[in-house]
């Protein structure tokens, strides 16, 4: 199923591009007129008169070794220029996925077994958090703690780890946001749904204690749908990055991204996708794999419903 | 909402969806006036402008708020009152596209997947499980790289992309309706599928179609705003919500915070009020499917 999905994703993302108007020999050559002998070159070099499928076939050889082919704006390797930001994007993305998994899982988990004004307070602040998207949660940020405060820098990657984490610090909020609100939400709603079920009232009159019924009862069942929500919304991550990178003017492969959507680097624009499309694909196999540890009822393979 | 309501049977259709909005209580009142006062800048804004909205006056640059200038002017010295009611009609009528499109072909799809089941079920569900792989802004980047930028292929981009995640959930609601005992007694009586589809099976499914329209309506402005930001969605000079909040970005660093926040909180506001009406549906089509 992965490698089905990856497949006819990759031919998408080929095929689309291949019918994008305009002439490849032309771009090549920055729209100058070119003489018919290096034309034959260029078209045999980048295989451009054989048909749509042989195209497609010397592509995706290509990909599978590890070559992206050669971007057009600036006649690099589009590998190398992706090895070079990726980590920007990975980091960022990873940094997001702690902030969700530690503040928006604890937030829910404390305030959906005391209920109390800490609970109304997260209810409300989520609901609103929610619906804030990551360039409007950057650019509050930037002028609260970047212009006002002077806590953490506004724009640009920093130099070495420290330094990233601090550069790193305000777009991965910014990132997180809006999914740290849902996940807390969602967990929220399974810890109470779980500790109203029978079984854990019945511990609880048993005289179990709270920590071990807590442990065991509660927050093993609320396991499953607060790794959905994690899973999904920490995949949605992935493409939201580029926004993110875009207001913070970070050099990652989103920003990079919409950078070559606009500058008609397509060889750049599929590479980039590819990427981003098979680690969103990656990580949702993680979370169904993650599904299967956590539930034993769960058979690998067998397709969820 | 009243405007989806047809002509026909009008009078207990309408009393029906007010039925429907007052359970939705005070939050969804209050959410649902928000979405129709945002619905009628997207008709009006653009006559309702005090100022030119596009006329650049580059002397008045960051210029705050004076007089009737309520909320200043940009950084191009444009009053930013007048763009954010001109911008209202981009950052409104992109998401209706992509409701609208995509709703109708997702529940299509759905239905059909749902009546046939065996191979069509298949060519379907699994169709869109590869569609599953696209994120709506990669996809919208994407269509931005193919077909240049603009509203057009972004929206397009993003009605594709929210097939899957519509089409699922209706799906199931169609099954679920599908093994119902009146769809067999329908076709006992010999009634056609298409009309058991369009006149039973489809009205039972719409409060969560309805539902879900709602929220994707949420997802789509959200979405479309932040390709807008990104430069490939609507192109200045034109007023859009996202364009304003990327076109004024450097004002925030410059001490000049009012005209992005301004537009950002235009979009936060209309998500807010669509998200919580569209959740207190969600829960009264699922209250009434018992």
Redesign the interface.
Known sequence: ?LV???L??SF??FA??Y???GNPAASLSGGRPLPPGSIRILDARYHLNEPFFAQYWYWLDNVLHGNLGISIAVRENVSTLIASRIWTTAGLVLYASLIIVVLGVGLGVVSGLRPGRLDTTTLVVT??S???????AA??L??LF??KLRWFP??GNGTDFLSNVRHFTLPAVALAAASLAIVARVTRASIREEGDREHVQTAVSRGIPARYVIRRHILRNAAIPITTISGITI??L???A??VE??FSLNGLGAY??Q???N?D?AV?QGI?LV??TA??VVNLLVDVLYAVLDPRVVLGSRAQ | MSAAVPLSGAISRRSRAWAVLRATGPAGITSAVIIAAAIFLAMFGPLLAPYPPNLPNLSLAWVGPVGSHLLGYDFEGRDVLSRLLAGAQTAMLGPLAVVLVSMTAGTLLAVIAAWRRGASDVVISSGLDILFAFPGILLAVLAAAVFGAGLLAAAIALSIAYLPYVARVLRGAALRERSQPYVAALEVQGASARSICLRHLIPNIAPLVVAQATILFGYAMVDLAAVSFLGLGVQPPTANWGVMISENQTGILQGYPLPALAAGVCIVVVVIAVNVLGERLFEQAQAARG
């Open positions: 199923m089905a999905s990856l006819v994703a998408l993302i689309a591009l019918l994008s108007p609901a609103v929610a619906a804030v998207p990551a360039f409007i650019i509050v930037i002028l970047a212009v506004a724009l995949a949605s992935i493409a939201v580029a926004v875009v207001a991204l919409v070559s959507a606009e008609k397509l624009v996708s981003l499309v969103f694909v």
